[in-house]
């Protein structure tokens, strides 16, 4: 996909500037600070951020089922701060779009084919910002067979997004205008580079992007979100996290943080709700 950066009507365009980048450190990791500014609005931080599509494949399509309803309830003047995951939560996915423009045999288990690229964990070193595009490309031409170049394989790649999940636009709108918004997702670089141009208009809802790529750690190893919490400087019990995986869920809610898990945008709607947003 190709085009200039969305923009809302009436707004300016988003302008990202990586001049003012500083190293830091956090559990012998390294990651770098993104600012991303907008006309007329707060300077935008974007915490090098986290997931394949990351969004994905922690995100990526690839969650377990079975597990326990993650709903909390909340009340008015619950929260100091909302933290979002980005994929399934404000960017939609499915894997399989990638397995067809990879020409990988749909009939395939996603899960299983992910397993594969697992198996070395280039996958998910590719999400804590330890493995290149390349490598990971060439591990997945490796692992799956394949005969494609690597800017083929980025496209099948990004391929992965559908879109922003139906009515979640008008939901961060509302809540930017009472509580800082912040997202934390596991993703990789060559993903970071497609949503951060195909979505801008999305993203400069948020204050800080924490991704897993960049900030070297993910969801859900409780550090991650200790991290976040940290960064935000804002307690943990008065930070509200929507994601839509399970497990994500229970770990933030282990960290001291509320979290809901989002099934569609009505859960984040009857959030803000809850919320008195």
Known sequence: MSGSP??????????????????????RQSFYLLRITKRFRQPITFFNQNKPVSLLASDSGLSPTGFEDMTTALSP?????????????????DLRRTLKAWAVELGSDPHALMAKLAQDDTFHRYETGHVT?????????????????????????????????PGIAPLLDRAARHLPLYALSNTNAAHIAHFSEHYAELLVHF????????????????ETYDFVVKAIGIA??????????????????????????????????????????
């Open 133 to 165: 595009d390349e490598e990971f490309f060439a591990a997945v031409r490796t692992a799956l067979d394949l005969k494609l170049t690597d800017q083929q394989l980025r496209d099948g790649w990004n391929a992965i997004f559908i879109g922003e999940m």
């Open 77 to 93: 003047g619950a929260a100091d701060a909302l933290l979002f995951d980005l994929g399934r939560v404000v960017i939609d996915y």
């Open 6 to 27: 969305l923009t809302k009507s009436g707004a300016a365009t988003p302008h990202v500037v990586q001049g003012d980048c500083k190293r830091m450190r956090s559990q």
């Open 207 to 222: 204050r800080e992007l924490f991704l897993s790529s960049r900030i070297g750690m993910r969801k859900p190893h409780g």
């Open 236 to 277: 943990p019990q008065r930070i509200v996290f929507f994601d839509d995986l399970a497990e994500n869920v229970a770990a933030a809610r282990e960290r001291g943080l509320h979290a809901v898990q989002v099934r569609s945008s009505d859960d984040v709607a009857r959030a803000l709700d809850q919320l008195g947003l």
